[in-house]
């Protein structure tokens, strides 16, 4: 048998690899189990100050090291609860927030849409009114052309045959000759009344239309004792504010006094009254 052993060297061969391999693998097993020793040494100093190893310590010091992992999760908890309740609380402020910004927006909106609502409103009614202005205006401007056309129909009907219009007056001059008294009875027959010149065109104009003539014109002077002086007035009542005077008029104080128009040089004479009776005669010039 021995010899058959020797005759097989492969064999001695492979029994001694095999013990070789399983020395080296008790060997790695129980490196590792010292490794692994060693971490669990090094831990427990670290965290609870002594320098037994694990095998040796009491089950005192095993109930604190649970009760410190313990600790540790239920702060872990802890500090992941407060970390998830802040992010839901920061969550709804965002979203509130988000609300919030959304309801202005709204009312932004709103309030955008009520201005322009407004000012629609406000354009259309001054279109309204310029277009009420143009209407008033035309129509204004129809009236004043019917009021001209009519001042002008009525002006050329107004003045009656025989009589001259100059201005919006018309004049008549009469041919025969009458005292002052009998002239202006003669005017007011026919709704009107001795002439009242009230400028200097219309003296120039009564001039002119009675050339080389002398006639009763409608002013009449009043002797003021206690001023001493002449009063003249219009036949309406006016007082006498231009005049066209002549030279030489008359110092008598104790008459009446009325006009005459025109002398050589186209003024006002002036002719005598006594006790309310006129005894000269002339033309005179009527006006309405």
């Known amino acids: 048998m021995f010899s058959d052993i020797k005759s097989t060297p492969d064999l001695i061969q492979r029994v001694r690899y095999s013990r ?14 010292h490794i692994y020793n060693y971490i669990n040494y090094m831990m427990d100093d670290s965290q609870l100050g002594g320098g037994k190893q694990i ?6 010091d095993k109930v604190s090291t649970r009760f410190t992992t313990l600790s540790r999760m239920v702060l ?16 709804l402020e965002i979203i509130k927030l988000k609300n919030s910004h959304s309801n202005l927006s709204d009312i932004g909106d709103n309030y ?27 129509n ?8 001209n056309r009519l001042n002008n129909t009525i002006t050329r009907k107004w003045c009656p045959d025989g009589w001259t219009r100059f ?29 009242i010149i009230n400028s200097k065109a219309e003296q120039e104009f009564i001039k002119q239309f009675n050339k080389n003539g002398e006639s009763w014109i409608g002013l009449q002077g009043e002797w003021i004792s206690v001023q001493r002086t002449y009063d003249w007035k219009w036949v309406d009542g006016s007082p006498l504010t231009q ?15 009325n006009a005459i128009c025109c002398d050589y040089e186209g003024k006002w004479k002036q002719a005598y009254n006594y006790n309310n009776y006129n005894y000269n005669y002339k033309n005179w010039i009527c006006e309405k």
Request: with cysteine; net charge negative; proline share 2%.
């Open 140 to 147: 204004h401007s129809q009236l004043i052309d019917q009021v």
């Open 20 to 33: 070789a391999k399983q020395e080296e693998a008790a060997e790695w097993v129980e490196e590792k189990v």
């Open 55 to 60: 095998e040796n310590q009491p089950a005192a």
């Open 243 to 257: 005049s066209f005077w002549g030279t030489g008029r008359p110092n008598n104080y104790q008459y009446q006094l």
């Open 112 to 138: 955008k849409l009520e201005l322009q609502a407004k000012l629609l409103e406000m354009a259309a009614n001054y279109s309204q009114l310029q277009n009420s202005y143009e209407i008033l205006s035309k």
């Open 167 to 195: 201005g919006s007056s018309c004049y008549f001059k009469g041919e025969e000759t009458k005292t002052w008294y009998d002239s202006r009875t003669y005017c007011q027959d026919r709704r009107s009344d001795l002439v």
């Open 76 to 91: 872990y908890i802890s500090v992941l609860a407060g970390i998830i309740s802040l992010t839901v609380y920061f969550t």
